[in-house]
């Protein structure tokens, strides 16, 4: 009998979606840094056995939207609680159960399988742990709670057997030989969003959008125009640096990744445009894939 499933991660920013994601798919595909508000689109990671199809599916963190780009980013973690087969609810042993209520009382009146997964218990002690799962079974009390670190890999394992146990008969939903859904450009905007989450601080990362506008690809290499959407000239001027230091830093960076992501030699162009108020404009969110089924 072959099993399928949807399997959803969702939580509030920052509690270590992408790095669970990257671990249960084996695979470097959810960019993971110190910052919150890192991952922005849905993306799924199909993991494929012979008799299973696990498609896991990354999410935004959860947040009240001050603006258009969050609104998205909000939609397409509920869309999340709609397809699942299995959800994963993401939080760590410095959140408290009444954070973005909202959402987990959607997440209450879900009929499919619920974890808990309270990440970071290497921060935490026996005792604060125990009544951290009082706490979520009260406010959760279907759902099955368990303590992990995405970071050392703790409990992860038994994650895995759990979904195992708990995906439904299904064919696959994708091709065996399919890794993602998302398309190479995809990995190549992200990679370079995340040297820019690592390397500026303040508004800057999160004013900030890449698009590609060439991936050219042969046998042995493969030619990579990116462009840096900013929404003001003050902010083009601190990602350039001076005589352009920080932006080569951040190019060859991210072109060092690219380079192991698709095991191929990269060169990459990276420029920088100003385009106002980005994050408040339908069109141009639609335009970056901001727009959930």
Not at 140 to 164: H, M, N, S
Not at 255 to 270: C, G, N
């Amino acid at each position: 009998m072959h099993k399928a499933g949807f399997v959803n991660i969702v939580g509030n920013p920052n509690v270590g979606k992408s790095t669970l994601m990257n671990l249960l798919v084996g695979e470097r595909l959810s960019i993971a840094t110190f910052k919150a508000q890192t991952t922005r689109h849905r993306i799924m990671g199909i993991v494929n056995t012979e008799d299973s199809q696990i498609v896991f599916s990354d999410t935004p963190g959860v947040l009240k939207p001050n603006y258009k780009l969050q609104e998205s980013m909000l939609a397409f973690s509920e869309s999340a609680l709609v397809d699942a087969d299995v959800l994963l609810y993401m939080t760590d042993v410095v959140e408290k159960t009444d954070k973005n209520a909202d959402f987990l009382a959607k997440v209450s009146k879900l009929d499919v399988p619920v974890l808990v997964l309270i990440n970071k218990i290497d921060l935490s002690d026996q005792e604060s742990m125990e009544k951290m799962i009082e706490s979520w079974h009260e406010v959760l009390p279907q759902a099955e709670i368990i303590p992990i670190c995405a970071k050392t890999g703790f409990g992860v394992d038994y994650v895995r057997k759990r979904i195992d146990e708990l995906l439904p008969p299904s064919p696959p939903y994708f091709d065996k030989d399919q890794l993602t859904d998302r398309p190479a450009r995809f990995f190549v905007s992200e990679i370079i969003r995340e040297k820019i989450l690592l390397n500026y601080e303040k508004e800057i990362p999160y004013s900030v959008e890449v698009a590609v506008e060439q991936f050219k690809e042969n046998r042995s290499r493969i030619l990579i125009n990116a462009v840096i959407y900013v929404e003001r000239e003050s902010q083009k001027a601190i990602l350039i640096g001076h005589e352009g230091a920080a932006l080569k830093r951040v190019a060859t960076a991210a072109r060092k990744d690219l380079e192991k992501f698709f095991d191929k030699k990269v060169f990459l162009e990276v420029f920088i445009k100003v385009d106002k108020d980005w994050r408040s404009s339908d069109m141009e969110l639609s335009n970056f894939g901001y727009n959930p089924q």
